[in-house]
């Protein structure tokens, strides 16, 4: 069984469209993630929720908008896209609990490479 | 703060020895190595969470200095599977938060 899963693996769009990726976990965790990797490889975060709760809304322009229906999913929409949305999202996973003094393990979904034309 | 990672990449032969070093301007809290393969996620080596800490998992160890906010990746006898890219992330508390290194790129030749 899949821990982390994300769907597409890959997504060709146009610029100026609206596109969506979802992930969902089977571990049981608290808290989901999504990262950016750029070309480079840097591997950024984004947005984390805890039980369907956002905690962490890193600078990212507004057109990204993460949902969370249940601690199990999350989802990632973008409107607008941009040739600079070009990357591989990454959806993880850990058991992180609010208050807790350390940062647990994360497990990374397989990626969406999305690609902006 | 970005952790700063060295070297930036590293080529070996199979059976040589390599250091992967991860400083960070602020405290770090707890260190987290991962390795991520290309086109592949990254995958989870270890986590550091005290000074002084070692840990291993096989050939692969990893020290953390809190006081000199350091820690360092030990990769021994090294085998082709050990190439990848590896990152070391710094962790804070309460968010579950993050925040990779640069990443640094080995290659493990026959």
């Known amino acids: 069984d899949t821990a982390v899963s994300q769907t597409p693996k890959y997504l060709v769009t146009q610029m100026g469209n609206d596109k969506s990726i979802k992930c969902e976990q089977n571990?049981?965790?608290?808290?989901m993630y999504w990262y950016k990797q750029d070309s480079k490889k840097f591997l950024k975060i984004m947005f984390s929720?805890?039980?369907?709760?956002?905690?962490i809304n890193e600078t990212v322009p507004n057109r990204f908008s993460p949902k969370s229906p249940d601690k199990a999913h999350l989802n990632l929409h973008i409107n607008s896209l941009e040739l600079g949305d070009s990357a591989v999202y990454f959806c993880?996973?850990?058991?992180?609990?609010?208050?807790?003094?350390?940062?647990?393990?994360?497990?990374f979904g397989p990626g969406t490479r999305l690609t902006v034309l | 703060q970005q952790p700063v990672q060295s070297p930036q990449a590293v080529i070996l032969r199979e059976g040589e020895d390599a250091v992967i070093n991860c400083s960070s301007s602020k405290a770090l809290y707890s260190v987290h190595w991962y390795r991520q393969k290309h086109g592949e996620a990254p995958v989870f080596l270890m986590i550091l969470l005290k000074g002084g800490e070692q840990k291993g998992h096989e050939k692969i160890s990893a020290s953390f200095n809190e006081k000199k906010q350091q820690s360092s990746l030990y990769l021994t006898a090294s085998q082709l599977s050990y190439s990848g890219t590896y990152f070391c992330?710094?962790?804070?508390?309460?968010?579950?938060?993050?925040?990779f290194g640069q990443g640094t790129t080995l290659q493990v030749k026959p």
């Open positions: 993880a996973s850990s058991q992180d609990r609010r208050g807790s003094l350390t940062t647990d393990t994360q497990y």
């Open positions: 992330g710094s962790g804070s508390g309460n968010t579950g938060k993050l925040i």
């Open positions: 929720y805890n039980n369907k709760e956002l905690i």
């Open positions: 571990l049981g965790h608290d808290t």
